[in-house]
C-alpha cells in the first residue's frame, strides 16, 4: 500500500531533486527512491531501504549495492528510544513537532 510520495531535495550544494515512494507491506515500511533499487527486484520496483520490527526491535535494513543480494547494513534503533535517554541529559535541539 502507498503510504506518501515526495521529493527529497538535496541538503548540500547540488540541486539534486529525487522523488521517493513510501510503501507499507506486512508491517514494514519500504522506502523507493526513483531510479534506486536491489539486486532481487525489476527496475521502479526496489526497495533499497527497509524499515520493521524484527524480534521486538526496531530497525532499518540498507541494501547499498544493487549487484549484491544480501543487505548491507541493519541498524538498530533501540538505543534511541526516549526511554534510554540519561536523566541529566537534556535534548539539544528544539521540538521538531507541527
Known amino acids: 500500500m502507498k503510504l506518501a510520495k515526495m521529493i527529497l531535495t538535496d541538503q548540500g550544494d547540488k540541486e539534486t531533486n529525487i522523488p521517493i515512494q513510501v510503501h507499507s507491506r506486512n508491517g514494514a515500511l ?3 527512491p526513483e531510479g534506486y533499487g536491489d539486486m532481487c527486484s525489476n527496475d521502479n520496483e526496489g526497495v533499497p531501504v527497509l524499515i520493521e520490527v524484527y524480534d521486538g526491535e526496531l530497525r532499518v535494513v540498507i541494501w547499498d549495492d544493487i549487484n549484491q543480494e544480501d543487505s548491507s547494513h541493519i541498524v538498530s534503533l533501540e538505543k534511541t ?3 534510554k535517554r540519561d536523566e ?3 535534548p539539544l ?3 521538531m513537532r507541527q
Open 30 to 32: 519500504l522506502i523507493k
Open 81 to 83: 528510544k526516549e526511554s
Open 88 to 90: 541529566d541529559e537534556l
Open 93 to 95: 535541539m528544539p521540538s
